[in-house]
């Protein structure tokens, strides 16, 4: 079945420092990826996504490439800032897979001290 | 913007009670879903729904039901409160145009059953 792995938090950087979130993936079919965002008391929010090999979805700042000979997804952001402390979370939806589900990884919470 | 809309933000109900969780979008989505979050297990999906009165069960639907009467409206239920269902509960719902459309998520609702 499928699958996301990502590294595993609490991540905690100072302002300005450079953030990477390790995302790979097993899938069935060829998979669409995202990355989705929940800061405090919320819900998650789309980030930013990608859907073939290649390309590379962007938004606030942060990128990730669509990596499909290393089955990968890592989430960069060159600066952080104290707003982007926040649970993140890989994930990806197939073209084999059924009525739209998506397949989770288990979040990232990064906090990010002024 | 897609708009999903969860009943309550906070909910407190007894052990044994029947819970009702509601959620609501308006932009016509053919697909919802419901989940649990729970720390160090990330998002887990409960059920989901493709069009009205059609359901699916997710990968934890023990203890839960659903209803959709409505394409807009997709309900779940706790037929009898337990406390391992004290968790965060997210509503989500997508549309039928490809599998790499986003999900769109409401807020959420913190249930405890005490």
């Known amino acids: 079945g499928d699958s996301v792995t990502q590294m595993e938090g609490p991540v905690t950087l100072s302002e300005e420092a450079f953030l990477t979130i390790n995302c790979t993936y097993t899938a069935t079919g060829y998979p669409s990826l995202f990355w989705y965002v929940q800061y405090p008391g919320e819900g998650l929010q789309l980030l930013l996504k990608?859907?073939?090999?290649?390309d590379k979805g962007s938004n606030k700042g942060f990128e990730a490439t669509y990596r499909k000979e290393t089955t990968s997804f890592h989430l960069e952001k060159g600066s952080v800032q104290v707003s982007d402390s926040a649970v993140y979370f890989c994930a990806l939806t197939t073209s084999g897979g059924s009525n739209y589900k998506l397949t989770f990884g288990k979040g990232t919470l990064l906090t990010v001290n002024p | 913007d897609v708009k999903v809309t969860q009943s309550s933000r906070y909910l407190v109900k007894r052990t044994g009670e029947k819970v009702f969780l509601e959620c609501v979008q308006d932009m016509d989505h053919e697909n919802m879903f419901w989940y649990r979050q729970d720390p160090g297990l990330g998002l887990r999906l409960i059920y989901f729904s493709y069009d009205v009165k059609m359901k699916e069960k997710g990968d934890i639907p023990e203890g839960y039901s659903v209803s959709r009467e409505k394409k807009e409206r997709f309900s779940l239920i706790l037929e009898s409160a337990s406390t391992n269902q004290t968790s965060m509960y997210l509503c989500?719902?997508?549309?039928?145009?490809?599998?790499?459309?986003?999900?769109?998520f409401g807020d959420g609702t913190r249930l405890s059953i005490l």
């Open positions: 989500a719902s997508t549309p039928n145009r490809g599998y790499f459309q986003p999900q769109h």
């Open positions: 990608a859907t073939k090999a290649d």
